[in-house]
């Protein structure tokens, strides 16, 4: 599809920002959901190329404003709820138990 | 469930996405080609800036699965891969900013011969 | 009720890996293990330094570097070099003639058992959606200045095919250990978005 992910000649996005000091996950959040992703791709819950069309589905603003594995997130649970492996009231519920402990995360 | 165990292996195993198919290969080296002209709501990896465009098969890859059936759930349909060049003047017209070329992997379906 | 009053908002990343993470443990779809693991072998194992030791082989071993050209996939399982996102590798020989850099305009995909995991800027929509209209204004950025002799060819990982480039050895070298030599060979040049240190530098 013609998403805001196909992106290549688009023009306007001006010089290529670089930090050649930053570490390869900038939060643990981060590397879990690397690990999770491959996990449940390794489980077969879904494909790659399932993930990929999951992250070209955002929305054009939400996917510029996000990173990497923000879009590698948004993927998981698009996927995992779209195939019923999750629903989303046990999501909800989990995502508003883990909120109360807060900081036992 | 791939358990902890597995893991050192898996990753270095991988998962290749190269299969046998009983076709031929359509294409192959140095023949012109033109990738089709089409605007799929759906999964693709020809990207919107080669599409209705003009390139040279430089190499066969073997056939791979097919991620624009793979992608919606409908099997993996492997088709035959190739390596096109496009000359940046064919891509971005007068707009390219020097010699050069892009070079795509792309699936037997994306495209025609030409010429 | 925790009587700590610490909330996160629902949108929040963190927690909203840790529900995907713990509802997936329990329905047996993650051994919870295997997520340190994996991110060990990222941390430690895969990285810049062992697509540097292949360079400096094939600048060292001159049948070893033809086979890599020839077959990039089963040159590097001689070096035991292999795996998830480097299934099918084509090493791409940057000469005085022609300059190769790679991207995934499409999404950022990566040869992850020569490189391991890309920057950023490899993953930002700047460079995926200029490197392939203006390479020359976008190494130019890098600091890189490409005579208009030489051919610029941008390779966009858009399949499985996964591409690392093969830099020119530097001047002033000729008796440099291949140990040596892996010093020289830096994360950039094997993109294409840089070129090897200068001895006279390290």
């Known amino acids: 599809m013609h998403s805001i992910a196909d992106m290549g000649g688009m023009q306007g996005f001006g010089p290529v920002v670089r930090n050649d000091d930053e570490p390869l996950f900038k939060a643990e959040w981060e590397e879990t959901t690397f690990a999770v992703n491959l996990l449940l791709l390794a489980a077969g819950c879904f494909n790659i190329d399932e993930s990929r069309h999951s992250m070209e589905r ?48 | 469930m791939l358990p902890k165990e597995m893991v050192a292996t898996a990753i270095a195993t991988g998962a290749s996405t190269l299969r046998e198919v009983d076709t031929k290969p359509c294409f192959k080296p140095g023949d012109e080609v033109r990738t089709v002209n089409d605007s799929p709501a759906t999964h693709t990896r020809l990207p919107r800036y080669a599409a209705g465009k003009n390139g040279t098969i430089v190499a066969c890859e073997g056939a791979h699965v097919f991620p624009d059936k793979h992608g919606h759930g409908r099997g993996e349909c492997p088709e035959h891969l190739y390596r096109v060049r496009f000359d940046s003047a064919a891509l971005w017209g007068s707009s390219n900013d020097g010699p050069g070329a892009v070079y795509l992997s792309l699936w037997e379906s994306y495209l025609q011969a030409e010429e | 009720m925790s009587h700590q009053d610490h909330t996160v908002p629902p949108s929040d990343p963190a927690l909203r890996i840790k529900a995907i993470e713990t509802l997936m443990v329990e329905k047996g779809k993650i051994d919870p293990g295997a997520v340190a693991e994996i991110v060990d072998i990222f941390q430690n194992k895969l990285g810049p330094r062992v697509g540097a030791k292949v360079v400096a082989r094939a600048w060292t071993d ?113 008796d440099w250990s291949e140990e040596r030599l892996v010093e020289l060979v830096t994360r950039d040049s094997m993109i294409g978005t840089g070129i090897p240190l200068s001895p006279h530098r390290s």
């Open chain 1, 58 to 105: 955002m929305a054009p603003l939400e996917y510029l404003k996000t990173s990497y594995f923000e879009h590698w997130l948004h993927s998981l649970e698009d996927l995992l709820i779209a195939k019923g492996i999750v629903t989303r009231e046990e999501y909800d519920a989990r995502l508003a138990q883990l909120a109360v402990k807060g900081s036992d995360l």
């Open chain 3, 62 to 174: 001159p049948d070893f570097k033809q086979r890599l050209l020839a077959d990039g996939t089963e040159a590097l399982k001689e070096l035991n070099v292999s795996g998830l996102q480097g299934e099918a590798m084509v090493v791409l020989e940057t000469t005085p003639e022609v300059h190769n850099v790679i991207v995934c305009t499409l999404c950022s995909c990566y040869p992850w058992t020569v490189l391991g995991l890309p920057p950023t800027w490899y993953k930002s929509a700047p460079y995926r959606s200029r490197i392939v209209i203006e390479p020359r204004a976008v190494l130019a950025e890098f600091g890189l200045k490409i005579s208009s002799d030489c051919e610029v060819r941008v390779y966009d990982s858009n399949a499985e095919i996964r591409y690392m480039v093969l830099p020119m050895r530097p001047d002033a070298t000729e």
